[in-house]
C-alpha cells in the first residue's frame, strides 16, 4: 500500500520528517524515500531500498547530512520515490500512495498530446508516481494538474507536492485513504497515519475531504480545492492495514478490531452446535486485537499459542513471491507447546486472502499437539482483487482461495452473489471446501453486516469492493 508524511517548518524539519515516515514503515518495505528543500541549497533527495533492512538503518547517514525547512517521505511497496520534477511549474517533488488501472490508456493520451518519455521501473513497468507527475504537468498550473490527475485517474491516488512554496496536499477522489494535517508551534506536517506525528509534538488539526486539495506552509493552511460530498474509504485499514493507534473517520482501529471480535463471539455463541475452545488466540500482530475481542466477549481464555518473532522477520505479506511470503509466514511463527498441546483452539485472522499461510499455520499448530483449530477470520471472504490499495495485488482472481472454491462448485460462469451472501446454501458450501482444504476443524468468517456495525460510520461511506464488488 505505502504511505508518506510531510513537514512545513519554521525551523529544520530533518528530524521530524525521519520518525515522521518511519512511523508508516508497516504500510510497506520496498523502497523509501525524502525529499527536503531549503532557501539556501534547493531541493536534496535520497531513496533507499528497504526490502532488507528498516527505514532508520537505511537512512541513519542522510538524516545527520540533510538540512531544510520542508520536506516529504515516503514508504513504498513498489515505486521508488520521491520523485524531483522539473516542468514549466518550475522543480517539485512528488510522492504517491493508491494504484493507476488506467496507465495504458493515460500514458497514450499523454503521448498523443506532444513528445514526451517515461523511464520503466525493472519489469517493465512505468513509475506510477512519474506517470501523475505528467498528468499534473499537463496542465497550466499545479492546482489545475492535480484536480486533473485526481478526475482521470481510474483506481486511487493521493499525492504531495514539495515545492518552494509549501506542500500540496491532495486527498483521492473518493478518500479512499486518510491524508490528515498536524501542528505545533513552529510547524505543520501532512500524514496518512494520524499518529505519527503525536510523539513529535504536533497535535491533530484537521483532515482532508475527498478530493480536497491544500497547500502546507510553516504559517498555515489554505485550501485550494474544496471537498467532494462522496466518500469510499477503505474498510481494510480497520481491518488489517492499519496500526492500532490509527484512527480513520475518527474511529480507532484497535477499537474497530475489538468490536469485530465481539461480533465473531457473538454469532458463535447464538450457535447451539458449537463446541466451547479451550484458548482464543489472535494471529500476530493484526489478529490479536480481534481475538481479544472475542475473547472478552465469550469468557473464553485469550492465549499467546505462539510468539512472532519480530527482532528479524518482517510482515509476511511484502515480499513480492509468494513462496517468500509463505516461508516468512512459517519462520517468523515461534510456538509455545505447552500451550497448544491437547487443547482445542480457536484462531482469528484478519482476513484469509490465498489461503496458503493460515493452512500452514493451523498444520503447525496441529503438529505441536492442537486436538483442534476453529478459525474465525476477522473479514467476510475476499472475492474480488483489490482495485484500488493493492490489497490483493492478484494477478487472476483464481490467486483467491474463494474463487478456486467457487469454481469447483460452480464451474467457470458462476453467479457470485450467491457466494457472497451468508444466508445462502452456495455460501456455506463454499465455507466448507475452504475448510476442508485446510484443515480447519470449523470455519465461521464475520459476516458483512457484523463488520460494518463494528466500523460504525455510514456504510455508504465505506468501500466494500473486494468482498462484495461493490465500488
Not at 38 to 67: L, Q, Y
Not at 156 to 167: D, E, Q, R, V
Request: charged share 25%.
Amino acid at each position: 500500500m505505502g504511505g508518506f508524511f510531510g513537514v512545513a517548518s519554521k525551523e529544520d524539519c530533518v528530524f521530524d520528517l525521519f520518525f515522521g515516515t518511519d512511523y508508516h514503515s508497516h504500510l510497506g518495505t520496498r523502497r523509501a524515500g525524502m525529499s527536503i528543500w531549503s532557501r539556501e541549497n534547493g531541493f536534496e533527495r535520497a531513496i533507499h531500498n528497504i526490502e532488507n533492512a528498516p527505514f532508520r538503518t537505511k537512512f541513519d547517514k542522510d538524516v545527520n547530512e540533510m538540512m531544510g525547512t520542508m520536506g516529504i517521505g515516503s514508504i513504498s511497496d513498489y515505486e521508488p520515490q520521491p520523485l524531483l520534477v522539473r516542468s514549466h511549474h518550475d522543480t517539485y517533488s512528488i510522492v504517491t500512495v493508491g494504484r493507476i488501472n488506467n496507465t495504458e490508456e493515460l500514458v497514450m493520451n499523454i503521448f498523443r498530446s506532444g513528445h514526451t518519455h517515461f523511464l520503466e521501473m525493472s519489469g517493465g513497468e512505468i513509475n506510477a508516481t512519474e506517470l501523475v507527475a505528467a498528468l499534473i504537468n499537463s496542465c497550466d498550473n499545479l492546482i489545475d494538474g492535480l484536480r486533473y490527475a485526481l478526475d482521470v485517474i481510474d483506481g486511487s491516488m493521493s499525492i504531495m507536492l514539495l515545492t518552494a512554496k509549501g506542500i500540496y496536499a491532495a486527498r483521492d477522489k473518493y478518500g479512499r485513504t486518510p491524508v490528515v494535517i498536524g501542528r505545533k508551534e513552529s510547524a505543520f506536517c501532512v500524514s496518512l497515519e494520524s499518529f505519527a506525528y503525536l510523539n513529535l509534538g504536533f497535535t491533530d488539526y484537521k483532515a482532508l475531504g475527498p478530493g480536497e486539495i491544500d497547500i502546507i506552509t510553516p504559517e498555515g493552511v489554505q485550501v485550494l480545492s474544496a471537498p467532494g460530498k462522496k466518500l469510499k474509504i477503505c474498510t481494510f485499514l480497520w481491518v488489517y492495514y492499519g496500526y492500532p493507534s490509527s484512527t480513520y473517520e475518527n474511529v480507532n482501529v484497535e477499537d474497530m478490531r475489538n468490536r469485530c471480535g465481539v461480533a465473531l463471539a457473538r454469532r458463535d455463541k447464538a450457535d447451539p452446535s458449537f463446541v466451547k475452545p479451550h484458548v482464543v488466540a489472535g494471529v500476530p500482530d493484526s489478529g490479536t486485537a480481534h481475538a481479544i475481542g472475542y475473547a472478552n466477549e465469550s469468557g473464553i481464555p485469550f492465549s499467546r499459542p505462539f510468539i512472532k518473532y519480530t527482532p528479524t522477520w518482517p510482515r509476511s505479506f511484502m515480499p513480492t513471491i509468494q513462496s517468500q511470503r509463505d516461508l516468512i509466514a512459517r519462520m517468523k511463527l515461534i510456538p509455545i507447546r505447552e500451550l497448544i498441546d491437547n487443547r482445542r483452539l480457536l484462531l482469528i485472522d484478519d482476513s484469509i486472502v490465498r489461503g496458503t499461510q493460515l493452512r500452514e499455520t493451523t498444520e503447525y499448530l496441529f503438529n505441536n499437539g492442537a486436538r483442534e483449530v476453529h478459525v474465525r477470520p476477522a473479514c467476510p471472504p475476499v472475492m474480488f482483487s483489490c482495485r484500488y490499495l493493492n490489497f490483493s495485488r492478484s494477478t487472476s482472481p483464481m490467486d483467491l482461495i474463494t474463487r478456486r472454491m467457487i469454481q469447483r462448485l460452480a464451474g467457470d460462469d458462476p453467479d457470485l452473489s450467491l457466494f457472497y451472501n451468508p444466508d445462502t446454501p452456495e455460501y456455506q458450501a463454499m465455507l466448507d471446501e475452504i475448510r476442508k482444504q485446510n484443515h480447519f476443524t470449523t470455519l465461521r468468517y464475520q459476516r458483512l453486516d457484523d463488520m460494518l456495525q463494528a466500523v460504525g460510520i455510514d456504510p455508504d461511506r465505506l468501500c466494500t469492493y473486494c468482498w462484495n464488488g461493490r465500488e
